[in-house]
């Protein structure tokens, strides 16, 4: 491992030098362009008006991240933050002069608590007698499930354009037959019958528990996907499911969803969007005309603080990860700023580091102290993502939102077959004290070790169990039999009491408000992310290889150490 770090520092150190040179000419031209870019923006603002019968057309193949980035729009215009999103439809729910909105629903990224949340403005949208129209090349069941908010759905009228509507089907690569061969070997502790990480790596089959809550948690999504579809779309329920099953839906066309009526019309997009002349902007624009993002000037505030990503204990610029300082520096922030009533923490997490989750607990708890700390879960917030979350005041979740996995894992690599019998390397050691060799990988792990590590980790799952016991305030001994690991979906998390309401990002802000009884008041998103960073690490060349490979550095904190992470993605 010290020569693969090695390798992995020298490859870093020569990797920056060359693009060190690239990084100070791009500054210079991006010092030239932001200048260009504030101008014409402000010129750009003035001429934007809203006419009357507009259609807002908003690209759902765009980046939709839960956590905005502090790049102005004019270098990164594809890219828009969720509540942005929820900001917008809000908005345009209200404007006389928008009447509909047209989602292109090609490579729809959103997961299944994004839809769920942003169908039911949709809905309210429409209740305010505004048009909605879907249209996509790519029908599959994630983005079909948005497309029935639609008053219309429409595909092109070509059979190139893909139809795929199915039960579910989810594969997971069991590699221990192949460590095996190679001479690698794994141990993983689990405190949790449930608790799933790394099991491929020590078995060549899944585990009857993990099969168990998976088909559980796919069996509920697939009933809901059923219901709703059954409803909007006056399908039969029994007939469209038979349909699924037998796999009609597969490898299907456009022609086909028209006949039986789960779609309205064949047309593409281009001569789609002509019906309404000139009426169509792009949500940039409308954004842009609205000034949805003023400077907020009102005195009660309700912040919005981001928790996205793999849960990590070390400080770092790549995006997808979060780490104690940031989100301490975030509650901190809010905590300080008297016109800050509430937050509101929208996790949206796997899970990870232990010590990093407990560290981030902590903090919310003590800012709870003093102004009440509300969790809306996106997508997932498992293991970790519902430990940060557990000594909030109030817990919201969709219904598919993935969430529990209350448990504790370590995995442990060893590499001592590989380097001896398969490729004859010696390693010698010396060595004073027991247990002085427990985080090697070139040693052979025995009983002792794994127990010494087995011990570490029901520690660290008893503290687990006492902040959810404590910040829920249920029994300690209800909480483990809701948690060995196990995953919950968001409707039966309410049920056994790891959440308390059902409902998104937006409910969660309008309870908070209503509970602190403010009748007037605006919405801040807080980060301390630097949008320049990242815009450096993803757009100039090679810089995004830094990225990689301080990806690969972080990743080794995953072994020996106890870990609260739910490792899969519930699609």
């Not at 028209?258 to 009426?279: A, P, S, T, V």
């Not at 993002?293 to 610029?317: F, H, L, Q, V, W």
């Not at 219904?399 to 894992?409: A, L």
Request: glycine share 6%; net charge positive; hydrophobic share 40%.
């Amino acid at each position: 491992m010290k020569i693969i770090n090695f390798i992995l520092r020298g490859l870093l150190f020569i990797v920056k030098e060359i693009i060190s040179f690239f990084i100070k000419i791009f500054l210079l031209l991006l010092v030239i362009v932001s200048l260009i870019g504030v101008f014409s923006a402000k010129k750009f603002n003035k001429e934007i008006t809203i006419a009357r019968n507009t259609y807002v057309e908003i690209d759902f193949s765009r980046r939709i991240m839960e956590k905005r980035t502090n790049i102005p729009n004019f270098f990164n215009e594809r890219e828009i933050s969720f509540y942005t999103i929820i900001k917008t439809l809000n908005e345009i729910s209200r404007d006389p002069s928008v009447n509909g909105i047209i989602l292109k629903l090609d490579r729809m990224g959103l997961n299944y608590g994004q839809i769920e949340e942003l169908s039911e403005i949709l809905q309210k949208i429409k209740a305010n007698g505004k048009k909605i129209y879907a249209h996509t090349t790519r029908m599959n069941n994630r983005n079909y499930w948005f497309a029935i908010q639609a008053d219309k759905i429409m595909m092109p009228p070509s059979a190139s354009a893909s139809v795929d509507i199915t039960g579910y089907y989810l594969e997971l690569e069991y590699y221990k037959n192949f460590m095996d061969r190679i001479g690698v070997s794994f141990n993983v502790i689990h405190v949790g019958d449930y608790k799933s990480y790394g099991e491929n790596y020590t078995k060549s089959r899944m585990s009857n528990e993990f099969r168990e809550n998976l088909t559980e948690i796919y069996d509920k999504i697939y009933k809901d996907f059923i219901n709703d579809i059954s409803i909007k779309r006056a399908q039969n329920k029994d007939k469209f499911e038979n349909k699924i099953l037998n796999g009609d839906l597969v490898a299907s066309s456009p022609q086909k969803l028209l006949e039986i009526q789960m779609i309205d019309g064949l047309i593409y997009y281009e001569e789609f969007k002509r019906q309404f002349g000139n009426n169509v902007i792009s949500i940039n624009k409308y954004m842009l005309a609205n000034t949805i993002s003023p400077k907020i000037t009102n005195r009660n505030k309700i912040a919005i603080i981001t928790a996205e990503g793999e849960i990590i204990d070390t400080k770092t610029r790549a995006r997808g990860y979060i780490y104690p300082e940031a989100i301490i520096t975030d509650l901190e922030k809010a905590k300080n700023d008297i016109s800050i009533k509430g937050i509101v923490l929208r996790v949206n997490s796997p899970g990870g580091s232990a010590i990093a989750s407990d560290i981030i607990a902590n903090k919310v708890q003590e800012v709870g102290r003093y102004k009440p700390v509300y969790v809306s879960i996106g997508g997932t917030a498992a293991s970790g993502g519902y430990y940060i979350s557990a000594y909030a005041t109030k817990i919201y979740a969709d219904r598919n939102s993935v969430t529990g996995s209350i448990g504790v894992v370590s995995l442990i690599p060893n590499f001592s077959k590989l380097l001896d019998e398969k490729g004859n390397i010696n390693i010698e050691t010396i060595k004073k004290g027991n247990y002085s060799d427990l985080y090697s990988v070139f040693t052979a792990f025995n009983v002792e070790k794994a127990q010494k590590l087995y011990k570490s980790s029901e520690a660290v799952y008893e503290d687990f169990l006492t902040a959810v016991a404590t910040g829920r305030r249920l029994k300690k001994e209800d909480v483990h039999k809701i948690g060995q690991g196990k995953v919950w979906l968001g409707s039966d998390a309410m049920k056994n009491g790891l959440v308390d309401e059902i409902g998104g990002l937006s409910k969660c802000i309008e309870d908070l408000a209503r509970n602190l009884k403010l009748p007037d008041y605006s919405v801040i998103e807080i980060t301390t992310v630097s949008g320049l960073n990242s815009f450096f690490e993803e757009n100039v060349p090679f810089a995004n290889l830094i990225n990689h490979l301080n990806e690969l550095e972080l990743n080794k904190d995953y072994y020996f150490r106890p870990m609260k992470y739910f490792p899969y993605d519930i699609k």
